[in-house]
């Protein structure tokens, strides 16, 4: 039979494979074409969109400048005068500007506009007049086409108001659409492209390139009018006003009163295309008469020789030749092109078989040996390790149990070995610890950790870490999951140690809180006795007494005074982490218009000028914020300088993003830079008394609430040359402590509660 024919086969392939080609060749170029016209309406009706956008922009623009006239007109009440001039500056700056005029409030067009002329013009009864003088902003009218130079204009206009709102007439402006055309002319890509504007009639407004008699004429019956009619947004292939075939993309702007559509010619696509198929057809029948002449040749020279060949070899193989004959007849295979060198191969695999099998012989021994070695070195890591062992099977049984493990068990491993640990004498609690976490990992595959409590074959109770992790069953081995445990009895012991520290820790600051209430209460008692009863001292002796005797009596009550204000500020001082409150977002705006109230009758005694930036809002407690400040800036006020007006300014300096530096600057006094530290300890005061009020604890509680906010304080400073205070606080306290709960003594009475400490120097 015909089919019987290695040739004839070689053209029944052959045809099998050039069929689907040419029928792929088919598809292909309609599918190419299809996605060309697809590309080209697209682009078309992206143009569209882009020019409907353009003449938006030029709407948006008119009405940015008829809202900037009217400004102006509200503001200075002299556009009547100026308009003119004003009108023919923005004339010569926007060139699609073909008229601005004004008119009052009766509708006529009044000697505001460009070019002077005797008659006045009533447009009372247009439609976008009336708009606005009923209430609206700003009014679009339709767009017409100019009787004398045959241009379609459209105006826009806006409302002219005085500052009470009452209205006083229009500004209006009038569109040249004709400059679309200018406008639009840089985008419209490739040859032939057309831009068409109809109005709301569809009427022809603009026409890209321009063609004779288009502007006013009436396109409603028009493929491209009925588009429009219909209401479609999409493409239309029809041919155009001048006659020749495009794709279009048909844009209606929302809320104008123009269509637009950018028309993509169809004969470029349809060229490329046909151009295309040409050239792949050529290709195709150049690459079939290709083939068929090699498939003749290699039906002899690459099947044929090769067939005969392959037979002789096998024939050796069969025959059980000689190993020359047989290398010599294999090596001429194992050269063939294609498949015939498999087929050399494949025979001259047999012939080394032998040979491979004692390779993999060897190999395998090879590897048996290295597998001895890799365990014996996993053992000696596993026997010399200080850390427990296990190793379980599926059903909790144990496989394996290190040296450290057969002691602190206290078992040996014929005891264990392939026994559940509730047969034997172990621990309870710890290895059903280990026996549910074994459970787990095999049930999720992901290994788990924990922290238990065991007792070992001595008595003794330690605490372990161990993580509990699957492992894949090896041959010969029924291990399924390993439990690796170690000692860290002394971390917890020395865990319980700190956290009894703790404990104590929070007692005492307890019993001192408690302590400073008692003794604020115990203290302050006896010091009103002496004030009180200094002064009626005083008031009783009168006249009688020598001068001596009433300076005596001034340093007893001023001394019991100074001491109630050091009683004071020490209880306030210990009270700022001890009472604290939840922290919350703090608006520091407030918090500084806050302290400017509290302190505006120093401030202008002192013709003080104080400068701050816009804050930020930060979690704080806002009583604290408000001390803060107002202790900064009562200090400022103290040390100001005799000579010169108070100047504070606040200000803002770069920090990360979650923190926030401020830096709070004055012209005072100032204090030697080697003494800054010594601001912030309590009752240290760098000048004395020297007349200035205070007993050193401000910047202290200062330094205090910012360091319970978790942030910084520091000084800088120079004599006569002021000082400056710069915090770093953290904007956020997500992670800190809520104190809320803080285990705190009960109050003392409100008859006996201390008073908040004042403005203090530093």
């Known amino acids: 039979m015909l089919i019987d024919s290695v040739r004839a086969r070689l053209w029944l392939c052959l045809v099998l494979v050039v069929a689907p080609l040419v029928a792929a060749l088919v598809h292909g170029t309609l599918e190419r074409r299809q996605a060309a016209l697809a590309e080209v309406e697209r682009r078309a009706l992206i143009q569209a969109e882009v020019a409907a956008g353009g003449y938006r922009a030029m709407i948006d ?55 002077a002329d005797t008659a006045a013009i009533d447009i009372s009864d247009r439609l976008y007049f009336q708009q606005l003088r009923d209430g609206a902003s700003f009014a679009v009218s339709r767009v017409v086409v100019g009787r004398r130079y045959r241009e379609p204009t459209q105006v826009l206009a806006v409302a002219r108001r005085d500052v009470s709102g009452a209205f006083k007439g229009i500004i209006a402006v009038a569109l040249q659409l004709n400059q679309l055309d200018q406008r639009f002319n840089r985008f419209l890509g490739g040859p032939g492209a057309s831009l068409v504007i ?153 012939a080394q078989r032998l040979d491979e099998r004692e390779r993999e012989v060897a190999e395998v021994s090879a590897n048996a040996a290295r597998h001895e070695e890799q365990t014996h070195v996993v053992d000696h890591l596993l ?34 070995l392939g026994r559940h640990w509730r047969e034997l004498d172990l621990d ?112 009783e002796l009168g006249g009688t007494m020598t001068p001596e005797i009433g300076e005596y009596l001034d340093y007893m009550i001023d001394g019991a005074h100074r001491m109630q204000a050091l009683i004071d500020d020490l209880l306030g001082y210990s009270r700022i982490a001890t009472r604290a409150q939840p922290f919350e977002p703090v608006d520091l705006n407030g918090v500084i218009e806050d302290c400017r109230a509290l302190l505006g009758q120093s401030l202008d005694e002192a013709k003080a000028r104080l400068t701050v930036p816009d804050l930020p809002t930060l979690d704080a407690e806002p009583t604290q914020m408000r001390q803060l400040f107002r202790n900064l800036l009562g200090n400022a006020l103290k040390y100001r300088h005799p000579e010169r007006p108070l100047e504070i300014i606040l200000s803002r300096q770069k920090a990360p993003r979650d923190r926030l530096v401020l830096r709070l600057a004055d ?96």
């Open 428 to 539: 309870s609690l710890a290895m059903e610890s280990f026996d549910l976490a074994r459970g787990q990992a095999l049930a999720t595959g992901q290994p788990l950790s924990a922290r238990v409590r065991m007792a070992g074959a001595d008595g003794e109770i330690h605490h372990y870490d161990y993580v509990v992790s699957p492992i894949e069953a090896l041959a010969g081995n029924r291990a399924r999951a390993m439990c690796h445990a170690r000692d860290v009895t002394e971390a917890q012991r020395q865990a319980d140690q700190l956290a009894e520290m703790t404990e104590r820790l929070q007692r005492s600051n307890a019993d001192l809180e408690q302590f400073a209430y008692v003794a604020s209460h115990d203290l302050q008692e006896p010091l009103r006795k002496v004030s009180g009863f200094g002064s009626l001292l005083k008031r």
């Open 667 to 762: 012209n005072g006094i100032g204090f030697p830079q080697e003494r800054a530290e010594d601001l912030f300890l309590p009752f240290r005061r760098l000048h004395g008394r020297s007349g200035i009020p205070g007993n050193g604890m401000g910047l202290a509680i200062c330094k205090r609430i910012v360091e319970h906010h978790g942030g910084t304080i520091r000084a800088e400073g120079r004599i006569d040359a002021g000082a400056s205070f710069i915090i770093d606080l953290p904007l956020r306290h997500q992670d800190l402590p809520d104190r809320s709960d803080a285990e705190t003594p009960a109050s003392p009475p409100a008859e006996h509660q201390p008073a908040v400490p004042g403005l203090t120097d530093g």
């Open 383 to 416: 026997e010399a390790t200080s850390d427990l062992v296990f190793l379980f099977d599926e059903r909790g049984h144990f496989v394996y149990l290190n040296p450290q493990a057969r002691r602190v068990l206290g078992l040996s491993e014929a005891e264990v």
């Open 61 to 115: 623009q008119a009405r940015s400048l008829l809202t900037g006239l009217a400004a102006y007109d509200r503001d200075n009440r002299g556009l009547e005068a100026d308009c003119q001039p004003l009108f023919g500056a923005l004339s010569a700056t926007h060139a699609n500007l073909g008229g601005l005029w004004a008119t009052g409030p009766e509708g006529v067009v009044g000697p505001c506009r460009p070019v």
């Open 198 to 350: 109809l109005d709301q009639d569809l009427h022809g407004l603009v026409h890209h390139p321009g063609i004779a008699g288009f502007i006013g004429q009436d396109l409603s019956t028009t493929p491209l009018g009925r588009a429009f009619i219909e209401g479609r947004q999409a493409n239309l292939t029809t041919i155009g006003p001048d006659g020749v075939k495009r794709i279009f993309g048909l844009v209606e702007p929302g809320g104008l009163p123009v269509h637009v559509a950018v028309g993509l010619p169809v004969h470029h696509v349809q060229a490329g295309i046909e151009q295309a198929l040409l050239a792949q057809w050529v290709a195709l029948a150049a690459s079939l008469l290709l083939a068929i002449g090699i498939a003749w040749l290699a039906a002899r020279q690459l099947i044929l020789k090769w067939i005969g060949r392959a037979n002789q070899a096998i024939a050796a193989v069969a025959d059980r030749r000689d190993g020359d004959a047989l290398a010599r007849l294999t090596g001429s295979l194992t050269g063939a092109p294609g498949e015939w060198r498999e087929v050399g191969r494949a025979v001259a695999a047999l």
